[in-house]
Structures are given as C-alpha cells and as structure tokens.
C-alpha cells in the first residue's frame, strides 16, 4: 500500500526494518533501526512513523498564543534553526510558528510530560517555561551546563536538586500527545487509506502554500524593522 506525504514528491510505502538494516530519516536526521518507516526508495528518502504520522498543526503548550505548523525544510536564509527546546540546531522538520520565531525540533514538540530515569528515585517533570538567569545550573547526568534559555526535566520534590537536560533525560517522543489545532477537513501528514476506501484529500494548504505564507511574512517583518531602525537613526 502506497502513502502520500506533503514533504515528498512521490508516494512512500511502509517498511519493516529488518535485523542489521540501518537508515537516516529525513525528518529528524536521527537513525531509523528498529520498527518501520516510510520508504522512498528511488530516493533513499525515509521517515519514522511518527514523522511521517506527525500532524501539520499542533496547539503545543510551550506556545498557546499560535498554533505550531510542520515544515519540511527551515524557513530561515540559513537553511537551519535554533531549536527552542533543546537549543540545538535543525535542518529537517519542524514545527514552526513565523510570527514568533518559535521553533522545534519534531522529537522535542512530542517529548512526554513525565520521564522516569534509572537515576533518580522520582519521576521527573518537564519545563516547559524557560528560567530565570541565576547562578550555573549543571546536568545532573551530563555535568555540563543548563541554559536558562532551554526546556528540562527536573525533579519537583522540594527536598530533591535534580534537574537534568531533555536529551540527557529520554529519546521517548508521545506523537499526538498534544492535540492539534488543524481545521476538520484536514488529514494528517500522512494520508493512510482503509483498505476498501479512497484515499482521504490531503491538506488545503500544501508544503509552497505554506513556506510562501512563513517567507512572506518574514520579509515583511524584516523590513518593517529595517525602516523602524531608519527612522530612529534618522529622524529628520
């Protein structure tokens, strides 16, 4: 059975991975090797199921202003982002919000609320509100520094200091976790056909709808701010 996803040019199919095989997905840049994934093979494009599954819109609490949009590529000159949870860089999927500059990286948006780490005897919750600057904070696990900028999981007991980094925490992701904001005509990502019916449409707004809208609003706030910097440095 074929799949039509918005990222791709042409229809992927579902692989099971076998024992020894090993692939890069195209929408998180991690490894694909166990369960199964979306192939393009003519292409050696692969998503894991839950990239390939991820909704176009998401309600994530980190940012309740906007909803959060899924684009394939960053919208950025720069081809790559900052992500905001875990304050690493990003060349693949994301879930942006172009008003805001907020963005994610599709295994950071879908991290579970509560991890239970072999190293400390309490679940741990996650921060989804960066901290205040204060003196360093370091890694439980790691030993090396928190930014006050990026989302952790921490302890919440008040006799307990244990605060460690997302990435140090889990590689767990809770796809569908959050409830998308997607209007009610709307698929997800990946359109999955029952077997005696046809095909679901796809979105209204497809992948150069939506990158158009993110690079045109871009541009407009880049200028408005270049002539608010013309006007102060100029003013008669």
């Given at each position: 059975m074929e799949y039509k996803h918005f990222s791709h040019q042409h229809p992927l199919i579902l692989h099971k991975i076998q024992p020894g095989e090993q692939f890069q997905c195209n929408g998180c840049n991690l490894p694909c090797v166990k369960d199964s994934i979306f192939t393009c093979w003519s292409c050696k494009f692969f998503l894991h199921e839950h990239c390939g599954n991820a909704n176009r819109y998401v309600k994530h609490p980190s940012h309740p202003t906007h909803p959060l949009v899924l684009v394939?590529?960053?919208?950025?000159?720069?081809?790559?982002?900052?992500?905001?949870?875990?304050?690493?860089?990003?060349?693949?999927?994301?879930?942006?919000?172009?008003l805001c500059e907020v963005d994610l990286h599709i295994n950071c948006a879908f991290l579970p609320p509560t991890v239970i780490h072999n190293a400390h005897h309490h679940e741990v919750h996650l921060g989804l509100t960066p901290e205040k600057p204060?003196?360093?904070?370091?890694?439980?696990?790691?030993?090396?520094?928190?930014?006050?900028?990026?989302?952790?999981?921490?302890?919440?007991?008040?006799?307990?200091?244990?605060?460690?980094?997302?990435?140090?925490?889990?590689?767990?992701?809770k796809p569908g976790f959050y409830g998308d904001n997607q209007p009610e005509n709307q698929t997800p990502a990946v359109a999955r056909p029952a077997a005696n019916q046809t095909p679901p449409q796809e979105a209204e707004l497809t992948p150069e709808e939506i990158m158009l809208g993110i690079a045109q609003m871009r541009m407009e706030y880049n200028m408005a701010h270049a002539l608010a910097n013309m006007i102060a440095y100029n003013p008669y």
């Open positions: 394939p590529i960053p919208t950025y000159c720069s081809g790559a982002f900052i992500c905001d949870a875990c304050g690493s860089p990003g060349t693949a999927f994301s879930y942006s919000c172009p204060h003196s360093p904070d370091f890694c439980k696990l790691c030993r090396k520094e928190l930014s006050c900028k990026n989302w952790s999981y921490a302890c919440e007991k008040p006799e307990c200091d244990f605060r460690v980094h997302t990435f140090c925490a889990t590689s767990e992701v």
